[in-house]
């Protein structure tokens, strides 16, 4: 098994801005210009390098799709490092010739901040992009279609730790989507304008996912499997983000919450509009859309699990940080309705309140390792009312995973009988062992389950235990916390990248 060390990483209001100009006739060039800040002079702004390199690599996967399969030409100009500076970047913005039926993309991923209101982009030689300057640059040139893409923080440097690096995911098999990307690209006109996230809150990410819009945006929305509209695109795209957000740790959200921060809902300014359904040829911006809250009538069910009565609290007036909300107590085993879309926060150390944003579905309060109070989901699976973490994680886990660390991918099988086996890209068995799930004490952590695979390598017994993480049911991030050989203990280097993600296969 491979090892890949993960950490989550913070991005400030990250904007996902997109302006597509259609037609219904083929566009015979799609010119990407590539703006790649892997390389600043300032190396202290160098911490997102690597993340930066990924989001290249996985655009220009895409880029290479349409090209392969003959959706549009792709013609591609790349700035990287040192040479990514701003009077470059103008430079080759000016320099662009397309034509009528031409597509333009540019895109950009570094570093942006925020000042006296307007947004920028941050080149490597410490210079400032103007957004609207940028804006208005692309959108005088001659093309169809016109997509600003920028990767970026736009708030302030300072609050930047990293970017990106979208997980390795399989393509699709060739000609799957063609005329799903056909209808996207081709049958559409007018302005797509995205923002990862909504007015004064941070876009998250981590080393593996990527920026979370992003990658269920892209990775989800569009390779995996797209939908023929891009309102429907980017709404599941932004459900989904907003459930990325209620996965961060409780503590972090209770301080967001103190800054009025409750959650990261990306936002449209506008989406285009249909040609088989609307022949307007005029651009418009469309009305932005705000996420669709579900009537008062549908429910969600939080239960009590242990064994002492839970006290918590249902936000009821988000905007109004003064009110008193009503205490609601729940006896042992008890169960109650409370309408979906609901903000709930309880007390589970002394100074500690934990802020949840829950939706339909059934969740239920108990003791986490250390004896602390937390609420958690039960999962679609739906394994007993009061659901047992061995038994939750082994049938989770039988199934067929794609083991990615980053560097290569795996297809793991994970079997009901305890058995699990390696393949490569083209079917043939490079591993196979025994798996299964193992509650660990520890004096200082408490009891908690582990993954664990036992195999032979080179003829020697090998055990891999690994702690999970379940992103959600299909992405669970797993970290080797020890490996024996020959039952003597590993060492691993500092560095050493020991963490690694399953994708449901």
């Not at 304008?193 to 989800?220: C, K, M, P, R, V």
């Not at 394994?383 to 199934?399: N, W």
């Given at each position: 098994m491979s090892k890949k060390w993960l950490s989550v990483l913070i991005k400030s209001s990250f904007i996902f801005c997109c302006f597509l100009w259609i037609s219904s006739s083929f566009a015979t060039t799609l010119h990407a210009l590539l703006v790649i800040e892997d390389d600043y002079q300032d190396e202290d702004l160098n911490n997102i390098a690597q993340s930066i390199k990924v989001d290249y690599g996985n655009l220009s996967k895409f880029l290479k799709i349409l090209d392969d399969r003959g959706i549009i030409a792709v013609k591609k100009t790349v700035l990287r490092g040192r040479q990514a500076t701003l009077s470059r970047i103008k430079e080759t913005i000016d320099k662009t010739t397309v034509a009528a039926d031409d597509v333009i993309l540019f895109y950009f991923s570094g570093h942006g901040g925020m000042e006296q209101g307007k947004t920028f982009l941050y080149t490597s030689d410490s210079a400032n992009l103007d957004r609207q300057s940028l804006e208005k640059a692309v959108a005088a040139k001659n093309a169809r279609l016109k997509i600003i893409l920028t990767d970026a923080c736009s708030n302030s440097i300072d609050g930047v730790v990293a970017m990106r690096s979208m997980a390795n995911k399989r393509n699709a098999a060739k000609g799957q989507f063609d005329e799903v990307y056909r209808d996207l690209f081709l049958?559409?006109?007018?302005?797509?304008?995205?923002?990862?996230?909504?007015?004064?809150?941070?876009?998250?990410?981590?080393?593996?996912?990527?920026?979370?819009?992003?990658?269920?945006?892209?990775?989800?929305?569009?390779?995996?499997?797209?939908?023929?509209?891009?309102?429907?695109?980017f709404t599941e795209s932004r459900d989904k983000t907003l459930q990325m957000y209620g996965l961060l740790p409780a503590r972090q959200r209770a301080e967001l919450k103190t800054q009025g921060i409750k959650g990261q809902t990306p936002k449209a300014f506008a989406l285009p509009t249909h040609l088989v359904t609307e022949t307007n040829s005029t651009s418009t911006p469309a009305q932005p859309i705000t996420p669709v809250t579900s009537a008062e009538s549908e429910e969600l069910t939080i239960e009590n699990l242990t064994d002492k009565p839970v006290i918590f609290y249902r936000d009821i007036d988000q905007e109004n940080e003064d009110d008193e909300d009503p205490p609601i107590t729940l006896a042992p085993n008890e169960k109650i309705n409370i309408p979906v879309n609901s903000v709930v926060y309880f007390q589970s150390a002394k100074d500690d309140f934990y802020y949840y944003d829950l939706e339909t579905g059934a969740y239920y309060f108990d003791k986490d390792e250390q004896n602390?109070?937390?609420?958690?989901?039960?999962?679609?699976?739906?394994?007993?009312?009061?659901?047992?973490?061995?038994?939750?994680?082994?049938?989770?886990?039988?199934?067929e995973w794609e083991w990615d660390d980053g560097d290569s991918v795996v297809y793991t099988t994970l079997q009901a009988d305890g058995k699990f086996i390696d393949r490569d890209e083209a079917d043939r068995v490079i591993t196979q062992g025994t798996w299964r799930i193992e509650t660990t004490v520890d004096e200082e952590d408490g009891t908690y389950s582990q993954l664990i695979f036992e195999l032979e390598e080179d003829g020697e017994p090998v055990r891999l235990s690994y702690s999970i993480d379940f992103l959600d049911d299909d992405n669970v991030r797993l970290e080797l916390e020890e490996e024996r050989i020959n039952q003597e203990i590993s060492e691993f280097d500092e560095d050493a990248d020991l963490t690694v993600m399953l994708y449901r296969h």
């Open positions: 049958k559409h006109e007018g302005l797509l304008h995205l923002s990862a996230s909504s007015e004064g809150e941070y876009a998250w990410s981590d080393n593996q996912l990527g920026g979370y819009f992003t990658y269920y945006f892209i990775n989800e929305g569009l390779m995996k499997k797209p939908a023929s509209s891009w309102e429907k695109v602390q109070l937390d609420l958690y989901s039960v999962d679609a699976e739906d394994i007993s009312d009061k659901p047992d973490a061995d038994k939750q994680y082994q049938k989770l886990l039988t199934a």
